[in-house]
């Protein structure tokens, strides 16, 4: 995973971790999804074509009981080695695995300071429009990609 960089959105719902990881992905970005993984194990193992929450959030809680990176492990393991910038857009803190992922939590507080981090995530506010919160994550990220 030399020279790789995977960044990890932790977030309510509706706080923008995938308009996020949209702004990511028009930078170049490859997108990740730990929930598809989950769901695609939870389908193989019982047979449900589409499980409920319930049974997906068992099969997760199953997966972090034999190792807390399992399914971030087992997502990554599916992405070609050319691949060097990547991003998720549902990462729990489970799978915030520092050495891994670089987290970043994103709200719509205007309750936190900038400086904050919360569960380990550097805050990153969204308190705007689409279109200039996409533009505000693209400046945070782009110097990533210009190295």
């Known amino acids: 995973m ?65 190792n807390r990176g399992y399914w971030l492990n087992l997502t990554l393991m599916d992405v070609p080695d050319d691949v060097d910038y990547m991003v998720i857009d549902d990462l729990h803190t489970n799978d915030m695995l520092r050495n891994v992922v670089v987290p970043y939590h994103i709200v719509r507080s205007d309750g936190l300071q900038p400086d904050d981090v919360i569960d380990g995530a550097t805050v990153i506010f969204n308190t705007s429009t689409l279109g200039d919160f996409k533009d505000k994550v693209k400046s945070i990220f782009a110097p990533l990609i210009d190295k």
């Open 2 to 66: 030399d020279n790789k960089i995977i960044v990890g959105f932790i977030g309510e719902e509706g706080a923008g971790k995938s308009e996020a990881a949209s702004a990511l992905k028009e930078l170049g970005f490859t997108a990740l999804s730990i929930d598809k993984k989950v769901i695609e194990f939870a389908v193989q193992l019982l047979g449900q074509e589409s499980p409920d929450e319930a049974t997906v959030q068992a099969v997760r809680e199953k997966g972090y009981g034999v």
